[in-house]
T-cell receptor
C-alpha cells in the first residue's frame, strides 16, 4: 500500500485557520485521499475525501497538489472541538478497508 | 439514524482469560470491520466482512482471536486466551460499499485491559 507521512503534532489558536499537511509521494493514479479524525475517547469519523480536484464540505476543505504527491486539510476556523488526531489515508476504492497511520495530533488553544 | 453499537464499553480481565465483544452495525451496511487500537497508535484492521463472508483477516492473530458475523448483521470478536499485549480499544465499523464515499462509520469502541 502507498504510505502517507504526517507531522506527529500541530498546534493552533482558536478561530484561526489550520493547514494539516500530508505527503504521499508513492500515490497511484487510482488512489483516493481520505481524511478521518478521532476525537478523544471516540471512534474515527469521516472528514473529507478527494481524487484530483480540491474539495469543500461543511467540515473542511481538501487541497490536492497538481502532481497528487501531497495534500492539505484545511480547517477554516479552528474551534476547541476540533482538537483531535487527524489521519490522512490513501484508498484504492470504496470496497477496501482503511489503513491508518499515526496521524497528526492537533492541539487547539483558546 | 442509529450509529454503530458496541458492547461492553469497558472490560478488565486477567491474562489467559477469554473475552468477547459485540457489534451491531448500521442497518443495511453490508461491510463490517474490526480494528484494534493500541494506545498512541492508529487503528489496525483485524478483519473485514462482506455480509457474512470474510474479505480480509490477514492481520488477525488466529491462534487466539476469532470473529464471526452470523446472518450478515451482528458480529462478535473473541479473544481466548488473552495476553497483556491485547490491551487496546477494539473498534467496530460498518460501511455501504456501494455508497458515494464508502465512508466508514465507527462505534465508540470497547476498551480492554488485560492484567
Amino acid at each position: 500500500d502507498a504510505k502517507t507521512t504526517q507531522p506527529n503534532s500541530m498546534e493552533s489558536n482558536e478561530e484561526e485557520p489550520v493547514h494539516l499537511p500530508c505527503n504521499h509521494s508513492t500515490i497511484s493514479g487510482t488512489d483516493y485521499i481520505h481524511w478521518y479524525r478521532q476525537l478523544p475517547s471516540q471512534g474515527p469519523e469521516y472528514v473529507i475525501h478527494g481524487l484530483t480536484s480540491n474539495v469543500n464540505n461543511r467540515m473542511a476543505s481538501l487541497a490536492i497538489a497538481e502532481d497528487r504527491k501531497s495534500s492539505t486539510l484545511i480547517l477554516h476556523r479552528a474551534t476547541l472541538r476540533d482538537a483531535a488526531v487527524y489521519y490522512c489515508i490513501l484508498r484504492a476504492n470504496s470496497g477496501y478497508a482503511l489503513n491508518f497511520g499515526k496521524g497528526t495530533s492537533l492541539l487547539v488553544t483558546p | 439514524e442509529a450509529g454503530v453499537a458496541q458492547s461492553p464499553r469497558y472490560k478488565i480481565i486477567e491474562k489467559r482469560q477469554s473475552v468477547a465483544f459485540w457489534c451491531n452495525p448500521i442497518s443495511g451496511h453490508a461491510t463490517l470491520y474490526w480494528y484494534q487500537q493500541i494506545l498512541g497508535q492508529g487503528p489496525k484492521l483485524l478483519i473485514q466482512f462482506q455480509n457474512n463472508g470474510v474479505v480480509d483477516d490477514s492481520q488477525l492473530p488466529k491462534d487466539r482471536f476469532s470473529a464471526e458475523r452470523l446472518k450478515g448483521v451482528d458480529s462478535t470478536l473473541k479473544i481466548q486466551p488473552a495476553k497483556l499485549e491485547d490491551s487496546a480499544v477494539y473498534l467496530c465499523a460498518s460501511s455501504l460499499v456501494q455508497g458515494r464515499t464508502g465512508e466508514l462509520f465507527f462505534g465508540e469502541g470497547s476498551r480492554l485491559t488485560v492484567l
